[in-house]
């Protein structure tokens, strides 16, 4: 074999060659707990319309607006930053506005966008569009409403999730949690990511700075993050790309590093409409 053909094979993969996407997911979340610390008030509003419009943005192209045979012309691609950009005004008008009725303004975005959709995924594109209107929305709602403890305290369930799960993960292996859909996500990080969010929970009661909640909460807002990851990746499945966008050179886009986040703060939610909220301070 000649020394041409000797460099033109490419060796394998190591288990950690996907090591700096990690990275960069926990330096984008690090991020966004720095931006929620400093901003508040409008700052804080205008800053969370901006990230759900842009993952707003790549959701519409990775359901059919993209399509040049949906939407033929020069104005096809321009549909998708159209509507990232009514996300982000219907983001403000809600957050902005001190009424009730002011939440519905988040519908707008998906009542614009279905009829555009592919067929097959105008379905995907409401819930998961709404999905990503509801995240942001709550975010800023948990910050004023609890604190920027809160907050913290569920950037740092989502970082040690995905940290003790990939790490875990590829020291252990073992079975894979849902290989058709993460063909790398092992049952054993999936369960270390559990323990990890539930020695924090217990670390935070224990050092006086939260209630006895946390300590099984905080394993189950993990699992939804993990389940928003998962979500994520059949999406991207369905639509044949490997990245959301390639808006962060190297790292994908913005959904796959809020896919997490976005699960754990609905189930967040939910918990909190069930009165289950834990008590971080």
Not at 44 to 53: E, K
Not at 140 to 158: A, H, K, N, Y
Not at 204 to 220: E, R
Not at 227 to 249: F, H, Q, T
């Amino acid at each position: 074999m000649s020394a041409g053909r000797v460099n033109a094979v490419k060796p394998p993969p190591g288990k950690w060659a996907d090591l700096s996407r990690r990275v960069a997911s926990t330096l984008v979340l690090l991020g966004i707990g720095i931006m929620l610390a400093v901003a508040t008030g409008v700052w804080l509003r205008l800053a969370m319309a901006l990230i759900s419009a842009i993952t707003f943005w790549e959701l519409a192209a990775m359901t059919g607006w993209k399509n040049p045979r949906l939407h033929p012309g020069i104005f096809g691609a321009w549909r998708p930053f159209a509507l990232a950009v009514i996300a982000f005004m219907s983001q403000v008008v809600a957050q902005m506005f001190d009424h009730p009725a002011a939440i519905l303004a988040l519908l707008f975005p998906l009542v614009a966008g279905i009829p555009g959709a592919a067929t097959r995924d105008r379905w995907t594109y409401a819930i998961f569009g709404l999905a990503i209107l509801l995240v942001a929305y709550g975010l800023v709602g948990f910050r004023e409403q609890f604190g920027l403890s809160f907050v913290l305290w569920l950037m740092g369930i989502v970082i040690l999730s995905d940290t003790a799960g990939y790490f875990f993960g590829r020291i252990i292996g073992g079975p894979k949690f849902w290989p058709s859909l993460s063909p790398k996500k092992t049952w054993s990080g999936t369960v270390a990511g559990w323990i990890c969010a539930a020695l924090l929970g217990a670390v935070l009661y224990a050092t006086g700075h939260g209630d006895g909640l946390l300590i099984w909460i905080s394993p189950l807002v993990c699992l939804a993050g993990q389940m928003g990851d998962i979500a994520e990746s059949w999406l991207k499945r369905r639509a044949g790309v490997k990245d959301s966008s390639n808006l962060i050179p190297g790292h994908g886009g913005f959904m796959d590093r809020f896919d997490a986040v976005t699960g754990a703060v609905l189930a967040t939610m939910l918990i909190e409409l069930l009165d289950y909220l834990p008590t971080v301070t």
